[in-house]
């Protein structure tokens, strides 16, 4: 495992993105957006208003849950990530729906775009895991034209993926320094922060995604551990120590059940932030 204390900035900043393209490879992330969360892209792009002909770029797109129906709207769509092994399922399914979109390779931290070129930025639960949080906003309001919008869904601290991530905390590696947790996407004076007076018009709201084929938490658990790329990385970080990765089990499966004891199921809260850029 790379020691990011001996390494320059820049390489350390290299190495902790190779990092983060290594994990979101992992597992399988297109099936998982698929089954669990392929509902957030249309509600983004609902609450932005996508229309026919305007120039949109979802960062952090995954396998392009947001891109796909914004593209369906006729926008004409640029759909980004650090990770291009997700583009693989998302051409299939773009094809199979019958979108027309671009694919690129980008850092949402240095988007290889001029600025003002987009009408709308979109993201659903990607940017948020950009590890420093203020280089990202810069890059959305620099690449959206004045008058322009911004829609991003993130989860939220207090919902279930927010609990997970500080239920892998103890057997995770500490934060960078200059990073931040991912989930402070998802509280909104953290994102009015980060985009300050650059913005106006701002909505947000919380909401609720169910992921719903899971009846156990050991069901949710087992699908995590092979197909979240973030789950998986804790599982692998600990993977010679077996006390380690029991209590791993324990925590999601705990996780999963009292969700599903609580709520009938695991509903996951998210942020819903709308902006106008100034």
Not at 82 to 106: I, M, Q, V
Not at 211 to 223: K, L, M, Q, S
Not at 227 to 241: E, F, K, L, M
């Amino acid at each position: 495992m790379t020691d990011l204390s001996t390494l320059t900035i820049d390489e350390a900043d290299k190495a902790l993105k190779a990092k983060h393209r290594a994990m979101w490879a992992s597992g399988d992330y297109p099936t998982l957006a698929h089954d669990l969360i392929w509902s957030l892209g249309p509600r983004v792009v609902e609450a932005v208003g996508i229309r026919p002909g305007e120039h949109v770029i979802d960062i952090a797109a995954g396998s392009g849950n947001a891109a796909i129906p914004a593209a369906l709207r006729g926008a004409h769509v640029v759909a980004t990530d650090l990770t291009p092994e997700l583009f693989g399922e998302g051409h299939r399914r773009a094809d199979e729906a019958g979108a027309e979109l671009e694919w690129r390779p980008a850092d949402a931290e240095a988007l290889p775009f001029g600025a003002d070129e987009f009408d709308v930025a979109i993201s659903t639960v990607g940017v948020m895991f950009a590890p420093h949080h203020e280089r990202s906003a810069d890059e959305i309001v620099r690449v959206v034209r004045p008058g322009g919008r911004v829609g991003l869904i993130s989860w939220t601290p207090q919902g279930f993926i927010g609990r997970l991530f500080a239920a892998l905390k103890p057997f995770n590696a500490p934060l960078p320094e200059g990073a931040k947790p991912a989930p402070l996407w998802g509280d909104e004076a953290h994102v009015r922060e980060l985009f300050g007076d650059r913005v106006t018009d701002v909505q947000a709201s919380r909401e609720t995604v169910r992921f719903a084929p899971f009846a156990t938490g050991e069901e949710f658990r087992a699908y995590f551990a092979s197909h979240y790329g973030p789950t998986i990385a804790v599982y692998n970080r600990n993977a010679d120590d077996p006390a380690a990765v029991a209590a791993i089990d324990d925590a999601l499966r705990s996780l999963g059940d009292e969700a599903i004891a609580r709520d009938g199921g695991i509903d996951s809260e998210y942020l819903l932030f709308t902006a106008t850029v100034r």
